[in-house]
């Protein structure tokens, strides 16, 4: 796929369904008694990974596109597939559904594509094997595939070293089986999608933060015009529940029942965040982006485009199933480089790359720091995104946990090996808008993973 310097981009577009809410959603619906009704679920490869491991597991979900319908059988309704369960290339498939498959009454073997079994699982194994699951990465890597057999479950008090929702969620979703509380200590607050949909879907699920109590509103939405901000924390741009800046620990008590909800799935932060690049990036742009998940827990993108000087504003913000959402109004903007690290990190983890390319756009240097996780994402993107970067003749530093930018060399095309990861092939088509001379990127059809319609919906805003 081809791309070259665009004069503008203009318009609107309306985001596809959140990734991690999506998978989420028919995960609690599959074990949730009832219907589960989830509107705008996204249609991509690794949310259809996760339909189709709950179907092999005798849940009948019907996916009519736009919306989907999962009859839950309750916390004990799930049956022994017959065939090995494929996540693809979802590492949230992998590690979420190893939670809930750690407190079955059968044996199941997970495994993904080549990205997948070349992916840490040591991080769900350990805490899930000291609950009493019986967990075995089938080659002895750490890696899938794994096989699982459920077991009575203990609650336990878990101190994760990497804060990540994943490693969180496999834990509390194998609390819901336990005999006791589970907590889970992170070192920052991870995304809290599961915890606001567990609640809703009946869960007793609570989140304290070290030294405040940020962490437990940040579990709810208040619009911004009811809310102050606290002055201790620094506030995000648009007065949204400030984030604490120390660790979390979020306490789920066993269940009887969780009961199946109507979700509205929100436009996905994540694929937005290459709509929002793009549109600071590409001189002479505005867009509308309609629909997006504003969760402050994912939203970090914003806290850093605008201590950038970047022109963003939000429109229109509500709540669908406990989820904040606003539609995004972006122009372009001449950026200034800024430094990004600490509590901020997982709140922005999966837009680095297209941070990083637009940060060779901005005045001055970049400095990404905490950032380590990145090395570990469906392709090393520390790696990945110097390797790119540099061939289009950017000034970049790969360090140990990130990358430091030095923005304002013109950049131009060059063959972008997309390692198949879908970030990476969405940052260059972006970046290629930018650039003199033709970008071609290799594996383009990847972004089939997250955001299907990419390239139509930014050819779409291209004059
Ligand atoms: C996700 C959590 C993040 C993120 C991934 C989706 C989730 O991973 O990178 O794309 O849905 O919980 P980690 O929790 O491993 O950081």
Redesign the pocket.
């Known amino acids: 796929m081809k791309f070259s310097r665009c004069n503008g981009l203009h318009g609107e577009v309306t985001i596809p369904g959140d990734?991690?809410i999506s998978?989420r959603s028919v995960m609690f619906g599959s074990i949730a008694k009832g219907t589960t009704e989830i509107h705008n679920y996204l249609q991509g490869a690794d949310c259809l990974s996760t339909i189709s491991c709950f179907q092999k597991m005798g849940i009948e979900i019907e996916n009519r596109g736009d919306i989907v319908l999962v009859h839950g059988k309750g916390l004990r309704g799930l049956s022994r597939p017959t065939e090995v369960l494929d996540c693809g290339n979802s590492?949230?498939t992998t590690?979420?559904i190893s939670g809930i498959l750690s407190a079955q009454d059968f044996d199941v073997t997970l495994t993904g594509d080549a990205s997948i079994q070349k992916r840490p699982m040591k991080r769900i194994m350990e805490p899930l094997s000291l609950m009493g699951a019986s967990i075995e990465s089938i080659n002895g890597n750490g890696c899938a595939p794994l096989k699982i057999s459920g077991r009575k479950l203990h609650g336990i008090s878990y101190t994760s070293k990497?804060?990540?929702?994943?490693?969180?969620?496999a834990i509390l979703l194998a609390g819901l089986y336990a005999d006791g509380e589970t907590r889970v200590t992170e070192p920052y607050l991870?995304?809290n999608?599961?915890e606001i949909m567990l609640k809703y879907f009946g869960a007793d699920v609570r989140t304290e933060a070290a030294g405040s109590a940020t962490a437990e509103s940040a579990n709810s939405f208040t619009p911004a015009t009811t809310r102050q901000a606290d002055s201790s924390t620094p506030a995000d741009v648009s007065g949204r529940t400030p984030l604490s800046a120390g660790s979390a620990t979020a306490i789920i008590q066993p269940a009887e029942e969780l009961h199946g909800n109507l979700v509205e799935v929100p436009g996905d932060i994540?694929s937005a965040a290459f709509f929002l690049c793009a549109g600071l990036m590409v001189p002479n742009s505005e867009i509308l982006i309609r629909n997006v998940g504003i969760n402050p827990t994912r939203a970090g993108i914003l806290n850093v485009i605008s201590d950038m000087g970047g022109d963003i504003t939000l429109l229109n913000e509500h709540a669908g199933s406990g989820e904040p959402t606003a539609d995004i109004l972006v122009r372009s903007s001449s950026l200034h480089g800024t430094v990004i690290g600490g509590a901020v990190i997982?709140t922005l983890?999966?837009e680095l790359p297209v941070i990083a390319a637009m940060a060779c756009f901005a005045d001055g240097t970049t400095v990404i720091r905490d950032a380590a996780?990145l090395k570990v994402?469906e392709s090393d993107r520390i790696a990945v995104m110097t390797e790119n970067l540099t061939a289009m003749g950017a000034d970049v530093t790969a360090t140990d946990g990130g990358m430091i930018i030095r923005g304002g060399r013109p950049l131009h095309g060059a063959v972008i090996d997309s390692h198949l990861d879908h970030r990476i092939a969405m940052t260059f088509a972006v970046t290629g808008l930018c650039a003199d001379g033709e970008t071609d990127i290799l594996g383009a059809e990847c972004v089939n993973i997250s955001c299907p319609r990419f390239y139509e919906d930014l050819k779409r805003l291209i004059r």
Request: charged content about 30%.
């Open positions: 990734k991690s998978h590492g949230t590690r979420l990497v804060a990540s929702a994943q490693v969180k969620s991870s995304r999608h599961s994540s997982p983890i999966d996780e994402k």
